[in-house]
DNA sequence: ATCCTATGTTGACAATAGCAACATTGCTTG
DNA sequence: CAAGCAATGTTGCTATTGTCAACATAGGAT
């Protein structure tokens, strides 16, 4: 028996999705990093048990998080590509600025991508979804390669590299670590330039 | 009234120094990023709530456990830096190895100093303790300058770029993304002669 | 000797993840 | 079209945690 009336129905019809969007709102929109589910299923107005019929688990709504947020990473990715119009080093330095950026706009869910939090990380990351940001980033140095633009060496290794200086930015960054008085003023532009000149291109 | 006897006063006399050494046992042990006061209590054989007399919150306890961490680090750099008898490129290299063997060591400890967990990392970070490792870094950087086997860049963005790069091979191993089948067999190695080639030396 | 204070302990509270038992419905199948 | 079943929500519970408050003990200063 319900006494709120007509609104409200017993069945929500649509809870999965409405759970998944409440939560990534609060990871968006969150600076730190804190997430409990009875916070998201009051949030949704739902029971506190309402996301266990949707969801196994705790880490089962975060790894789906954790993929919408590959999957926003890519769009952002690809937008930058293409922005790059067909110039290589162009193409690199508007990845390079796009992956800082999403980092930047979306702490909480960055750190959900790559944190230790989520269960069976690295299963986690060989899923399509999660490699198709890191597949983009080796076309591209493909693509440098063929127009001799980079240095002939195992992309895979190469893309490593690019990931790896990204992906330290970003959480130095995100954590406030790279401060001017330790780290120079514009210390990511130089990291990143280092990073161009280690995979020599003009 | 204590029913055990003589044994175990009701003071403990050294509490502080033996709740440091078993949380940080229980850190270096422990692969997962798991952390309650009470077990740390548990370990210790003391109450619940004895940890509050030498530390005001959970957050104090964790500080002083990255600060350890930070001068073990040093301590590891600085051997590695010795170890390189002088010669630049084999410096930086022992260093980079070192600075990796660290935190594949001490997942949980890495994950602690660097992670968002730690209230207020930035000024933590900004603490001499945890900036000796940096500047270590900047020293071995500039000796290199003087001997011409480092381009003639802003140390600090330089530095950057090494830590950066390292920070992001260490956190990405850490969590299990470096799988071969992603970023190629030795892509670590690959990754440092990236960086390498980016701080022109031979 | 006496008291004060640092240090420990017990007991409480609020919050959380997850389990179990129960309620409500829409859809299926006879 | 009725009966019932499975999916979806809800309430209530347990174990655990961080932290606070009140009390206990003991070592050292007065």
Redesign the interface.
């Known amino acids: 028996m319900r006494e709120t009336g007509r609104d409200q129905p017993y069945h929500h019809g649509d809870l999965r999705r409405v759970i998944i969007e409440t939560a990534m709102d609060m990871l968006v929109e969150q600076q ?2 804190k997430f409990t589910l009875r916070e998201v299923a009051r949030r949704a107005g739902v029971s506190h048990n309402a996301p266990y019929k949707h969801f196994t688990d705790k880490a089962a709504l975060l790894n789906e998080l954790a993929f919408l947020g590959f999957d926003r990473l890519h769009d952002s990715l690809s937008l930058a590509v293409r922005a790059g119009g067909g110039d290589f080093a162009a193409e690199l330095d508007e990845m390079a600025q796009a992956y800082l950026r999403f980092g930047a706009e979306n702490p909480a869910l960055y ?1 959900l991508m ?4 989520v269960a069976a ?2 299963e986690l ?2 899923e399509p979804r999660a ?1 198709a940001p ?1 597949d983009l980033l080796l076309e591209v140095l493909r693509r440098g390669q063929l127009a001799g633009e980079v ?1 002939d ?2 992309v ?6 690019c ?7 970003t ?2 960054k ?6 001017p ?4 003023e ?6 990143l ?8 291109m003009r």
């Open positions: 730190a990093w750190h790559f944190g230790a939090d990380a690295a990351h060989m490699l890191f240095i060496r195992p895979r290794g190469l893309a490593a590299a990931w790896a200086q990204l992906h330290g930015l959480t130095l995100l954590d406030g670590l790279l401060r008085e330790k780290v120079g514009d210390a990511i532009a130089q990291a330039g280092t990073l161009r000149s280690g995979m020599q």
